[in-house]
């Protein structure tokens, strides 16, 4: 049996792992810049933590979770999303004491048993940040502007991206909302899916994310949140967009976004990217101010986002970006004979140490095969030592562009070589 990587995962090969590196460094800096400190929670869970933060009736918890009994029975399960575990964590550690505000972000893996698909994996790997214990709509504003200032610090132009807004309303106008579009899907279940008819009884303003074509026909025409909210969260809500506006970020007023989360109140939003068809969100995020309390915690607000790496890539590489496009190699020490290995091999440790990117042959090849393998690393410089340069106490320094060569002391090798490459 030839052994392969489970369905629905991948083997992250080392330019995509450069580019996962390169998003995570990006974002390390760019967070930090605003305030964020990191947080890694485990990569499982008890799973009542989901069961109670994300609801039961959502299709995370319902169908695609990874759930497990370990040998003492509890049961256990892969995160699906993050905000939950760094919400327990807050709670458990007591990280956001009264009158007080954490700002925190993670990065890694999670888990869902989905089809996989184009930008879609079981095994997908997430960035987020959660602003916890900040109520006001400035700090919606401030976490929606960090994640579009991420998407442009990568290179993704504004031109290729949506961003969408919407209120989810609060546990003062929400219920009364849901049961107004369970009954409109009861009227019109005939023009529905039968997963959209049986969330007209579990979750009905999911059907608003339903992909099939005729149900967002029907969906297009049902009653708007906007028309239901509370004068609270009216007010919160026209707060935020006057914070966008004075930022210059545009947006788009989606009165159809949800998120599929039941902890999300108040403000969503989503950011859409160019050239990835239907699965086209490459990240969003929301309030959640009754998460805390729903764990176990006291009231506390809360809100966060959350990028998917791999739509982001796609999404990168549709804008003719390739961020896990590797550096390459600087210079490549040659060995002329046997005789001169050692040395050839303790001149390639000075550059390392020196900072610059050396490779050297381990197989014992000739200096004609040496060169090919310098030129399929896109070697910049070419460093060859032979008996009479080490007899000299020399090596010949080559510039793989120019072809000029020229005799250098050992010593002086590795800043001469950074000189060249600049």
């Known amino acids: 049996m030839e ?3 489970p369905k629905g995962t991948v083997d992250m090969l080392p330019e995509t792992a450069r580019a996962w590196e390169r998003l995570s460094a990006a974002a390390q800096a760019l967070f930090e810049r605003y305030g964020y400190e990191p947080i890694y929670t485990p990569l499982f869970e008890h799973t009542e933590l989901f069961a ?16 497990f009994e370990d040998r003492s029975g509890r049961s256990l399960t892969l995160r699906p999303e993050g905000t939950a575990g760094v919400v327990r964590a807050a709670v458990e550690h007591a990280l956001v004491p009264h009158g007080a505000v954490a700002k925190l972000y993670y990065a890694g893996p999670m888990f869902r048993y989905e089809r996989p698909q184009k ?5 997908f790997w997430q960035i987020g940040v959660e602003l916890l214990g900040a109520g006001e709509p400035s700090a919606d504003a401030e976490v929606i502007a960090l994640l579009v200032r991420y998407f442009e610090m990568l290179g993704l132009p504004r031109d290729r991206m949506r961003l969408l807004v919407n209120s989810m309303g ?22 529905l899916c039968d997963e959209c008819r049986r969330r007209a009884d579990t979750n009905p303003l999911r059907a608003f994310d339903c992909k099939n074509e005729g149900c ?5 025409e049902a009653p708007r949140i906007s028309e239901a909210l509370c004068d609270d969260c009216r007010a919160h809500y026209e707060a ?18 949800v998120r599929g989360l039941d902890y999300y109140t108040r403000t969503v939003f989503e950011v859409q990217a160019e050239g990835l068809g239907a699965q086209n969100a490459i990240g969003g995020g929301g309030r959640y101010d009754g998460l805390f309390s729903t764990l ?14 791999e739509r982001t890539l796609l999404a990168l590489k549709a804008a003719g970006i390739e961020p896990g496009a590797g550096e390459g190699v600087a210079a490549y020490i040659a060995a002329v004979d046997e005789s001169v290995r050692e040395a050839a091999f303790s001149l390639a440790m000075a550059l390392r140490d020196a900072g610059v990117a050396a490779e050297l042959d381990h197989r014992g090849r000739s200096l004609k095969a040496q060169f090919k393998h310098a030129d399929k690393l896109g070697a910049r410089v070419a460093v060859v030592v032979g008996p009479d340069e080490l007899a000299a ?12 060569e020229r005799r250098v002391a050992l010593a002086d090798v590795p800043a001469h070589v950074a000189a060249l490459i600049g």
């Open 3 to 5: 052994l392969r990587a």
């Open 52 to 67: 109670r933060g994300i609801g039961e009736a959502t299709d995370i918890v319902s169908k695609e979770m990874y759930t």
């Open 119 to 123: 930008g879609r994996m079981r095994q």
């Open 170 to 191: 609060d546990e003062a106008c929400r219920p009364a909302y849901r049961d107004s579009v369970a009954a409109y899907i009861r009227a019109h279940e005939a023009a």
């Open 216 to 220: 967002q026909r029907v969906m297009a």
């Open 240 to 257: 935020v967009k006057q914070h966008l506006d004075a930022l210059g970020i545009a947006y788009e007023e989606e009165p159809r976004l």
């Open 296 to 309: 176990g915690g006291p009231a506390t607000p809360g809100l966060g986002f959350a990028l998917g790496f």
């Open 393 to 404: 106490g020399e090596a010949t320094v080559r510039d793989m562009v120019t072809k000029d």
